[in-house]
C-alpha cells in the first residue's frame, strides 16, 4: 500500500536553515485531530499540526530527494503529492 506524502521546508529558528520535511496527509493522529505524522532527517517521526504545514513552502524536488530517498530506504512506498516529483528509480 502507498504512502501519500507531501515535501516542504520550514527554517529551523535556532540554526536559520532550511530543513525540509515530510507530511503524511492520510495519519491523523487520533488523539490530536489537527496533528498529523511528519518525518524529518534529526528527529525521525514526530506529529505536525496541519496549520504548521500549510504555512510553509513547497520543497523542490533537490531539496526533497534525499528525504524521500531516505523514506524509501526504510520502507516506505510512497505517493509524492508535490508537482514537481520525478521518478527516477523503477
Given amino acids: ?4 506524502v507531501a515535501f516542504k521546508v ?8 532550511k530543513e525540509v520535511f515530510a507530511f503524511f496527509p492520510d495519519e491523523r493522529d487520533r488523539h490530536y485531530g489537527d496533528m498529523f505524522t511528519s518525518y524529518a532527517h534529526v ?3 514526530s506529529l ?8 510553509r513552502r513547497w520543497a523542490t524536488f533537490a531539496e526533497y530527494k534525499p528525504l524521500y530517498d531516505e523514506l524509501v530506504s526504510i ?3 510512497l505517493t ?6 520525478i521518478k527516477v528509480s523503477p
Fill in 75 to 77: 520502507g516506505y512506498q
Fill in 43 to 45: 528527529g525521525q517521526h
Fill in 1 to 4: 500500500m502507498k504512502t501519500k
Fill in 48 to 55: 505536525c499540526a496541519k496549520s504548521y504545514f500549510d504555512h
Fill in 80 to 85: 509524492v503529492l508535490n508537482k514537481d516529483f
Fill in 10 to 17: 520550514s527554517v529551523n529558528p535556532y540554526t536559520k536553515e
